[in-house]
């Protein structure tokens, strides 16, 4: 009778799986989580998978967006052409570069002066800028600049309001008056010169006319 002796058959074993981990010369490469990850040395940055030239000189931290060169500055420079410059506008605004020229945008109530933000407030119903030295409140609509604000200033759709001091003064237009501080219709004629006072109409007639039915004939 024959006999069937079981026979023992290793089962072979399987070789590790190395993945492949290259970050080019300049960094070193290992994985975290099964992850790729790149160590690069001084001046260059991962880049996809490679350490690349990235430098933004000693005072930014250079890195690679979606292939791009991105720039992180320390406070007070900015990017200027790949370089971290000197870019300082004050504590009130954030400073960058438009070519070779720096630019501030300053916080609500500042503007730029000599390339700092520096107070500049006209309230709430104006823009303020500075011209050289100069503050200039550009006003809204129906608002005039008074001691340094824009404040209500209206004389009608026919003429323009501004401020002398204190006193509200009214530029009419043509064939129009200030009556009580709007431009009301006042019109004597070419031959004369139409007013308002105390709410009357006067015509104050050249030489050579006369006053007829509130015309300077």
């Not at 981990?21 to 300049?26: H, I, L, M, V």
């Not at 992850?35 to 890195?63: R, V």
């Amino acid at each position: 009778m024959l006999s069937i002796v079981p026979v023992h058959q290793e089962m072979p074993v399987a070789e590790p799986f190395h993945h492949e981990c290259d970050c080019g010369p300049k960094g070193t490469c290992n994985f975290e989580n099964n992850e790729k990850k790149c160590t690069c040395d001084y001046g260059f940055a991962d880049n996809g998978g490679n350490c690349e030239e990235c430098d933004c000189g000693p005072k930014g931290t250079c890195n690679f967006e979606n292939y791009e060169k991105k720039c992180i500055c320390e406070d007070g420079f900015a990017n200027n052409a790949g370089n971290c410059e000197v870019c300082d506008c004050g504590e009130n605004g954030r400073c960058s570069f438009a070519g070779t020229k720096n630019s501030c945008k300053c916080s609500e109530e500042y503007s730029e002066r000599n390339g700092k933000c520096e107070n500049c407030h006209c309230g709430v119903h104006g823009s303020c800028a500075f011209d050289y030295k100069e503050k200039i409140c550009s006003c809204n609509k129906g608002y005039s600049e008074k001691n340094g604000k824009c404040e209500i200033c209206d004389c009608g759709e026919n003429g323009y309001c501004s401020f002398e001091g204190d006193e509200k003064i009214c530029k009419c237009d043509l064939g129009y008056a200030d009556k009580y501080g709007r431009c009301e219709i006042c019109d004597c004629g070419e031959g004369g010169y139409c007013a308002f006072i105390n709410g009357e109409k006067t015509c104050e007639c050249r030489v050579g006319y006369s006053e007829k039915n509130g015309k300077c004939e």
